[in-house]
């Protein structure tokens, strides 16, 4: 009989041999399957059922040309790529990124991970992920526009609030959302439902752009006050600047912590007096400039070229919210070095393997990524399920249930690494109970 943990290899080594080149993909895959050996001892039929090859394979992936002009009127051609991941608990559905390194690996990534995030939030939505390699740096917004369009001309083909609804990821805000619903419509018809991150005009949710950066600090706080401790009065390590990293910092510095820093892919900020986030937004999203102007404007701040994880300063609780892999072993030796006890992740994979070895082996709390940040695509589901209503939830009544969804994630993730003897290990806890539901909902819809 093949035992649990000889499964699990082979199926990793089945898995490398079929995408050897995905480095991204396979290092998501490597890490939640690392975690699955007691759930699949307690359930032979995963074995016989060959589940980990299952999941590990998209159920569909689409890529096309994306031809656009610039605004000197020269023909431009990116690649748009939609990850149709799994469809087993409901429509697929996650963002998309534009971003120049976009490629099958990270998106496949992403679509993986969002799998697993997806089924933790509770709601029925599957796993996808899309996006494109066009660099939205320095573009007009004319620019942006026909991109958006071109790309939705191909993508609606795809897509439908039954079948795929793709949101924000880094490079694609409200302003993105909004070009592509409109084309959306121009070539299909009105449905609210298709996208969202819409604008609020038309269909979008209270508290959507909040809502990753706000879930974030909402499940950190959860694990902080089953350990004991609180947000007030600690020294946090923020990086990234966008969408997520901003209402983290909101929201962590309305619960009493100091936020010293933020960053871009160039540099970061350290303030010792708390990072502003009015002065923020309006340098990152009004006037749509770098972090240089931060530092610029504010007596107390300081701008640093490089990654904030090379900064030397004491701090208590780091919260990654810029992009995959930005932190590595050697960081996190740093940060544990440095007094950093807490580590959640607001993007998606920021911290590599070696990282998250040095996280467990110095008994730092270590909020994973997919469930960490499953705040904003809960609220992308709580936001179908008003354009499916037809109606519109206060901001109140949307942060509520954005409470509680990541008061039940955090307890998830727990409950199921206390049933398993595997004490603080909130990553297997939250894997586990995230694959089970996955392969079980897999299993009694036959061989799918
Ligand atoms: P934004 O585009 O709003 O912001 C991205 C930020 O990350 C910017 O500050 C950007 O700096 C920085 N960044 C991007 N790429 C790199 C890089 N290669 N090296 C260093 N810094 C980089 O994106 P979001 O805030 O939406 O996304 C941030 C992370 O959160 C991503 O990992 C995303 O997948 C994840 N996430 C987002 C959710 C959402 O709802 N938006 C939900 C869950 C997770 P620069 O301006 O210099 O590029
Ligand atoms: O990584 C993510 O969860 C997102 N970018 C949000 C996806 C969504 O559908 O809101």
């Known amino acids: 009989m093949t035992t649990a943990k000889d499964y699990i290899q082979q199926a990793f080594e089945a898995v490398k041999a079929r995408n050897p080149h995905e480095t991204e993909f396979l290092q998501a895959v490597e890490e939640l399957f690392n975690t699955l050996e007691p759930v699949i001892e307690a359930h032979p039929e995963y074995i016989t059922e060959n589940i980990l090859a299952r999941v590990a394979e998209p159920e569909r992936i689409i890529s096309f040309r994306v031809p656009w002009t610039d605004k000197g009127g020269k023909v431009q051609v990116n690649r748009g790529y939609r990850v149709q991941f799994n469809s087993a608990v409901g429509p697929y559905k996650g963002g998309l990124r534009f971003h120049p390194t976009v490629n099958q690996s990270i998106l496949k990534f992403l679509g993986f991970e969002q799998i697993f995030k997806n089924v933790l939030t509770g709601l029925p939505i599957g796993g996808g992920k899309g996006g494109s390699d066009f660099d939205p740096k320095g573009k007009t917004d004319a620019e942006i526009m026909r991109f958006c369009q071109s790309f939705m001309t191909e993508l609606q083909k795809h897509i439908g609030p039954s079948l795929d609804v793709p949101a924000g990821d880094i490079g694609v805000g ?109 340098i990152k999203n009004n006037r749509r400039a770098r972090l240089t102007e931060y530092a610029a404007e504010k007596a107390t701040a300081t701008y640093h070229e490089g990654s904030v994880w090379n900064y030397e300063g004491k701090a208590d609780i780091a919260l990654p919210c810029a992009t995959q892999n930005e932190i590595d072993g050697s960081a996190a030796a ?41 705040g904003g695509v809960a609220v992308s589901a709580l936001e179908m399920s008003q354009n499916s209503l037809r109606l519109s939830w206060t901001a109140e009544e949307v942060d509520n249930r954005l409470k509680d969804i990541m008061a039940n994630i955090f307890n998830t993730a727990k409950e199921t690494a206390e049933k398993y003897n595997l004490g603080k290990d909130y990553l297997a806890g939250a894997n586990i109970a995230a694959f089970e539901q996955i392969a079980d909902a897999m299993i009694a819809q036959g061989l799918v």
């Open 174 to 282: 409200g302003r993105e959302i909004g070009y592509m619903y409109g084309q959306y419509k121009r070539l299909r018809q009105f449905d609210a439902g298709v996208l969202t991150g819409k604008p609020l005009g038309f269909g979008g949710s209270l508290i959507r752009p909040e809502a990753t950066g706000y879930g974030l600090v909402y499940f950190t706080d959860n694990m902080l006050q089953a350990n004991g401790k609180s947000f007030k009065d600690q020294t946090v390590l923020i990086s990234g600047s966008g969408n997520v990293a901003q209402f983290a910092v909101q929201k962590a510095t309305e619960l009493g912590a100091k936020v010293i820093s933020v960053s871009d892919s160039n540099g970061y900020i350290i303030d010792e007096t708390g990072i502003d986030f009015d002065l923020l937004c309006d």
């Open 334 to 374: 740093r940060l544990v070095k440095n007094g950093v006890y807490c580590v959640a992740e607001g993007a998606n994979m920021p911290s590599n393997l070696d990282a998250i070895h040095t996280y467990q082996e110095n008994g730092v709390l270590y909020g994973l990524a997919k469930a960490a940040n499953a």
